[in-house]
């Protein structure tokens, strides 16, 4: 079992105080949508993330083949308890935000070697660099870019490389990447948000720097 912390505890504490108004026994439920994690108290199978319950000790809780976000009560110490095979085998949605574990560029990376047996370097940038749409970091720098072609209109297996929060009218660096998956749809982790497929929509295509497609052989 792979024990992770949540980097936003809003959805945890919406539980405690549920909670405390009725049972600690109750389960509840983090739903995503976006790569946004939200709390609910019923099941919706469309948009299930996680079971939300409580235990008395975090050191004690059972390994699992589902996601399970513990609460140690009453202390409050929390850990989203994951399957061990996402160690090495972590599904393209539903990763939980860890910089340079899972992110948005070895999301990429997993999914070259899964898809296209492509090994890709990796880079390890500091994260205020990266969110900075003005500086130099290895979206440009690294070397595995001579292995990407830009291109203009993008194909499914694409990458796309976005900057975010500098004006798209500016010259900027990209801070940002995905895959385009065809259809509109693309695939992509957000900072501190989880892996997950959306719609290529207007808001995202106005912050694509370039689309990016593999040089084979």
């Given at each position: 079992m792979i024990d992770f912390k949540l980097a936003d505890l809003g959805p945890l504490i919406?539980?405690?105080n549920?909670?405390?108004k009725n049972s600690i026994e109750d389960v509840l439920y983090l739903v995503m949508?976006?790569?946004k994690i939200t709390l609910s108290e019923t099941y919706n199978e469309d948009i299930h993330y996680a079971e939300?319950?409580?235990?008395?000790d975090l050191t004690a809780i059972p390994e699992t083949n589902s996601l399970v976000c513990y609460v140690e009560w009453p202390s409050g110490k929390h850990c989203l308890a994951l399957p061990n095979s996402w160690e090495t085998e972590a599904p393209y949605e539903g990763r939980p935000y860890k910089l340079y574990k899972w992110d948005c560029y070895t999301?990429?990376?997993?999914y070259m070697l899964r898809e296209r047996n492509v090994s890709m370097e990796s880079f390890r940038d500091d994260i205020q660099i990266v969110r900075n749409p003005?500086?130099?970091n290895s979206f440009v720098t690294n070397s595995e870019m001579k292995n990407w072609d830009p291109v203009a209109i993008p194909q499914a297996g694409d990458g796309i490389l976005f900057s975010i929060d500098g004006s798209p009218e500016e010259s900027?660096?990209?801070n940002h990447c995905g895959i385009y998956l065809g259809n509109d749809q693309f695939l992509h982790q957000f900072f501190n948000r989880t892996s997950c497929i959306e719609e290529f929509s207007d808001k995202w295509k106005k912050w694509v720097v370039s689309y990016m497609r593999y040089r084979d052989g």
């Open positions: 919406s539980a405690t549920h909670w405390r949508n976006k790569g939300v319950r409580t235990c008395s999301l990429i990376q997993d003005f500086a130099e900027r660096n990209a």
